[in-house]
């Protein structure tokens, strides 16, 4: 597993963070030190509140951090411009929320095209990685549909191609399966691990859906904005799993 | 690149309607306001588009063509002096009191006493060569037809100006006037009901037609020039139309009226426009954000949401146009006073495109709270 890279893509050295409420402040994160592995799929798990998303928000360039540094794929984030972060994540970077986020007005294929478009790509050429995309996670034959005429497992799948279309070096998924029943959490959890198995993309989810976490290559424990333990799970006994992971 | 401002505006088009509905509704108001006050001070100076003549001759400072003062008819002399000048033909304007054979009581009337030459310059575009012929009887009069009912009378009946006796001979279109009721007669016929001793041997106007009308601010200067032959101050046809129009403009208030309207119908419509657009906005805010998350630039958003607000303007303009259209063909037919540049058409149009852009521009300003972080949670 640690024959993918030695160079960690995220890292972060004593990132701390904290929100004003009122009269109340309150820190989300504690000095929090990490690397992330390139190439792999990282799970950040833990109870709701314990600052599992607001550390994505800071690796992914979406927050800045009030104290501490944070560097993706070798840029240090924390000296860029709202619009020198944008940029950066529009070559690097890859999202998937909870929620889909889907145009109604936008065919799947459609979706998935509209980013290419704004990194400069030919429309022949955002056709094409479109449609390789969108068959990768399975919706080749859906891809004229609009997300009202899907069902949810295949909205999140649209949005995943979307994210993947773009051949992110860093995906961030902020828990993609929680609002998906069990079979279509599965897929997006199979679909996932591929990418990050297939495309050598490091892939990091925040999560606390326990299905994730036989899946992952790595699993962190967060509590109370601090992580709590590190460890590389156990293969998991379901079926489904690639035989290469173990 | 796919064009997802169209796209949601046809795929949410209820939610664009209202924006769509107000900018046409802004627009179609301004069309028909400016057609109105085009067609109803255009009135003010029938006499002289309704005219072939180039220059108008008559007394120095005459604000509008319905407040001539008699000048001498020797001004026709030198008019007819000057080498670019093909024919001159004398206008008299007698305001007078008409009595009609129903029970009207008294209606100021403006009486045009004309050449009925056939091919006389006065009124040419609006009486024909044979309705002018008429009034070569004396005492015969032509009133416009929308005047018949306020004057009390019907073709070939007779009644009184300034106490002589008049028949109506027959009718014309097109010819109301402001603040009265316009009488065409002939020149002989207007000298008899011109009652006031002081325009004994006077004419209130002279025309002229010009060799080259080109020439014709050139020539107007020229003729303008000297006193000899009394009092008298030489316009062209389009200058003392537009004099005309912009003293009925300014002397009503119309004109401040108009801007006011003009005024309070692009705040409405960009009031309710903007709010319709940043609900738009926020309506797809989380999707906005996520392109964001993806790197997809904020100017880049922003020219979504003006796109749409572009072809909501487009949409509403393109109604009012169709409906605008319609309804002056029907004013056209019943003789309501309304009339249309393209020029003012265009001028109209223009506002009802900067009031979308600035809607846009409002609700632009709510691309603020895509903030892709907030989807974190």
Partial sequence: ?246 | MVALARKTLVHEWRRFLPAILAVGFASLLQLLQAALVLGIFGSASVYITGSSADLWAGYPGTQSVNLGRPISEDVAMRLRMDPDVTKVEPFRWVDADWRGPRDTGGVSVFVSGIDTSSDAMMFSKALAPALRARLNEPGAVIVDKADLDSLGVNIGDTAAINGQRVRVVGVSSGLRALGGVNIVSSLETARVLDVAPEDAGMMTYFVAKLRDPHKARQIARRLSGSNTFGPYTVWTAKAFARRSQLYWMLDTGAGAGVLFLAGIVFLVGAVITSQTLIAAVIGSIREYATLNALGVGRGALRKVIMEQAFWVGLLGIVCSIVIGIVLLIIARNRSVPMEMHPLTAGACLALSMALAIVSGLAAMRSLRRADPASLLR
Avoid: W
């Fill in chain 1, 1 to 246: 597993m640690a024959a993918t890279s030695t160079n960690p893509a995220l890292q972060a050295l004593n990132v701390r963070k904290s929100f004003v409420s009122g009269r109340l402040e309150s820190t989300v994160l504690h000095d929090l030190t990490l690397d992330v592995r390139a190439g792999e799929l990282t799970l950040i798990a833990g109870p709701s509140g314990c600052g599992k998303s607001t550390l994505l928000a800071i690796l992914s360039g979406l927050q800045p951090a009030d104290a501490g540094q944070v560097r993706a794929l070798g840029h240090e984030l924390g000296g860029m411009s709202m619009r020198a972060l944008e940029h950066f994540r529009l070559q690097h970077t890859g999202f998937v929320f909870q929620g889909f986020n889907l145009f109604p007005a936008l065919s799947a294929l459609e979706q998935v095209e509209l980013p290419l478009s704004y990194m400069g790509l030919a429309k022949s050429a955002a056709r094409r990685r479109a449609v390789e995309s969108l068959e990768e996670v399975g919706l080749g034959p859906r891809m004229q549909l609009l997300p009202a005429e899907l069902s949810g497992g295949e909205k999140q799948r649209v949005a995943i191609a979307r994210a993947l279309a773009k051949q992110p070096e860093l995906l961030f998924a902020d828990e993609p399966t929680s609002a998906l029943d069990a079979a279509n959490g599965q897929i997006v959890i199979d679909i996932l691990h591929r990418i990050a198995r297939n495309h050598g993309t490091t892939v990091l989810c925040v999560s606390h859906d326990p299905r994730l976490v036989g899946h992952a290559d790595r699993v962190l424990a967060m509590e109370d904005g601090r992580i709590l333990s590190d460890h590389v799970p156990t293969p998991p006994a379901e079926p489904k799993a690639k035989e290469p992971s173990a």
